[in-house]
T-cell receptor
Framework: DTAVSQTPKYLVTQMGNDKSIKCEQNLGHDTMYWYKQDSKKFLKIMFSYNNKELIINETVPNRFSPKSPDKAHLNLHINSLELGDSAVYFC????????????FGAGSRLTVL | DAKTTQPTSMDCAEGRAANLPCNHSTISGNEYVYWYRQIHSQGPQYIIHGLKNNETNEMASLIITEDRKSSTLILPHATLRDTAVYYCIVRVGGGSEKLVFGKGTKLTVNP
């Protein structure tokens, strides 16, 4: 019954590899987000999609490519992983772009060695 | 950039009320005050939001000063499960402005 589910929960990989994190929501929301929380615990938005269309792109490097096959899914693909990409990535969803309430997933911890 | 100022950390005894302050002296007339919290190893969780009137729900109460330059989140009977980082955020309601998280307040509820 998880509302926003992310897979995998943990991901350990080598520098230079390409990896993906998947996100699915069963809330019927039309807007989805990716947030990054670094080692200093700052939570920053990366992307926002509304009905599969990109709404927010916070000057994230081109190595990060979100893909939204439908409004219930927003996957994050990262190319040529770097040490600085190590973080916890949170997916979230809401109904509407200007929604007050975002529902977050449990997070995916990415460790780049 | 976060538009709020919160204490870095606070402690509270279990069963007592936890009062978490937030300063937002530059808040605009159309900006709401939102509170989220993040329990360790979990994603952020919405708690409550308000514009100028005090608000209450099953989780907490939000008290906003008359000049709207500060607010207080009240957890009436804190439990150990309320130990978390609490984020106060100001944002235009219904707009396309993104949700910006600051450093928050680490609340520790002690037995």
């Amino acid at each position: 019954d998880t509302a926003v589910s992310q897979t995998p929960k943990y991901l350990v990989t080598q520098m230079g590899n390409d990896k993906s994190i998947k996100c699915e929501q069963n809330l019927g929301h039309d807007t989805m987000y990716w947030y990054k929380q670094d080692s200093k615990k700052f939570l920053k938005i990366m992307f926002s999609y509304n009905n599969k269309e990109l709404i927010i792109n916070e000057t994230v490097p081109n190595r990060f490519s979100p893909k939204s096959p439908d409004k219930a899914h927003l996957n994050l693909h990262i190319n040529s992983l770097e040490l600085g990409d190590s973080a916890v990535y949170f997916c979230a969803s809401s109904q509407g772009v200007g929604a007050n309430v975002l529902t977050f997933g449990a997070g995916s911890r990415l460790t780049v060695l | 950039d976060a538009k709020t100022t919160q204490p870095t950390s606070m402690d509270c005894a279990e069963g007592r009320a936890a009062n978490l302050p937030c300063n937002h002296s530059t808040i605009s007339g159309n900006e709401y005050v939102y509170w989220y919290r993040q329990i360790h190893s979990q994603g952020p969780q919405y708690i409550i939001h308000g514009l100028k009137n005090n608000e209450t729900n099953e989780m907490a109460s939000l008290i906003i000063t008359e000049d709207r330059k500060s607010s207080t989140l009240i957890l009436p009977h804190a439990t150990l499960r309320d130990t978390a980082v609490y984020y106060c955020i100001v944002r235009v309601g219904g707009g396309s402005e993104k949700l910006v998280f600051g450093k928050g307040t680490k609340l520790t509820v002690n037995p």
